[in-house]
């Protein structure tokens, strides 16, 4: 697919989260007037300079009043407009969780709420700017859809996906790039198949199965590699769809491996991991396996640079292949 200014989705490799995404958006305004862009004086950080530029009477700038854009975002919708409200993951996700709950999830308006800082990206800023609890706040709303993309061209085109091609409210959690593995490419072909509510196979494998979703996929496909050096065979699924989770793609895992790792840049209370232990256990006949949760084990993190912290909270290598040998042995 080429872009209005020219550039196929391969130009999309090796760029930051946040900058594909605002690429992407722009674009998305090109094809359709409907798009509108509200965010809480954090236009540049959000990366809404382009489509501002291009589209200046279908771009909102609220201050910092990040409830009343989530409010005004649901009147848009009302009105027809296909509105993208962005802001940074901590702000978004605990400030106006009423807002995202009541004004938009309950009557299943057609708003778009994007989330760049996510996880510990601002990991200099200390837990008020940590953003490690909002797939917990998020999955336990109805009706919205949590979408986390793992490279720059999944980031494109999730952010296509959510803005034009799915109906109903969207959580899209962002990573900034300069995280761990924020511009790696996990992707060979451009063109990928993506679909929202569609695991993505990256790696085939008998022994054990790693499930992961944004930053962590990279931290999945690492660990395989180290996991194969010790003759072990580590399937890798990208789960870029938190919610609704494949399902299908779960039990398969089930019954084709040994057990599940779930690896994830959030709080393991109430985040990724339980949610695939849930629908594991909730087939009837598909096979019970052991699963083991990497991520934040339910504490305030530290504060320092994001990698620093990654290693600090677990999020390595040896967590993961750990985790992988307790399940196999």
Do not use: M, S
């Given at each position: 697919m080429a872009t209005a200014d020219g550039f196929t989705m391969a130009s999309f490799k090796e760029m930051a989260g946040r900058d594909s995404y605002g690429k992407m958006l722009?674009?998305?305004?090109?094809?359709d007037e409907r798009l509108v862009v509200l965010n809480a004086d954090c236009q540049h950080p959000t990366r809404a300079t382009l489509f501002a530029e291009r589209f200046p009477d279908r771009n909102f700038n609220f201050g910092i009043a990040e409830a009343n854009m989530i409010s005004a975002a649901a009147g848009m919708a009302i009105a027809g407009k296909i509105p993208v409200a962005a802001g940074f993951g901590f702000a978004i996700s605990l400030r106006v969780a009423e807002q995202?709950?009541?004004n938009v999830c309950y009557p299943n308006h057609n708003v778009k709420v994007v989330t760049t800082a996510t996880g510990l990206s601002m990991g200099t800023g200390g837990p008020t700017h940590h953003c490690i609890e909002d797939l917990a706040l998020m999955r336990g709303i109805p009706n919205i859809t949590i979408v986390c993309p793992a490279s720059p061209i999944e980031?494109?085109?999730a952010t296509r996906a959510c803005l034009l091609e799915h109906e109903g409210p969207v959580y899209l959690r962002l990573v900034r790039g300069e995280d761990f593995g924020g511009t790696d490419e996990i992707y060979e072909q451009a063109d990928i198949d993506f679909e929202?509510?569609?695991a993505i196979t990256l790696r085939d494998g008998e022994d054990i199965t790693l499930m992961a979703h944004g930053n962590s996929v990279g931290l999945a496909l690492l660990s395989a590699a180290q996991l194969a050096q010790k003759g072990i065979g580590a399937r890798?699924?990208?789960m870029h769809t938190v919610k609704p989770l494949d399902k299908e793609a779960i039990w398969e895992a089930a019954e084709r491996t040994r057990?599940?790792?779930t690896i994830e840049e959030n709080n393991v209370c109430g985040g990724f991991g339980e949610a695939v232990a849930a629908v594991m256990a909730g087939k009837k006949g598909s096979p019970l396996v052991p699963v083991r949760l990497v991520g934040i084990q339910d504490e305030f993190c530290k504060i320092g640079a994001s990698l620093d912290l990654w290693q600090a909270h677990g999020l390595r290598e040896q967590t993961v292949v750990a985790a992988a040998l307790d399940i196999l042995n």
């Open positions: 722009a674009q998305c305004g090109e094809e995202i709950r009541t980031n494109a085109l929202i509510g569609k890798v699924v990208n057990g599940i790792v």
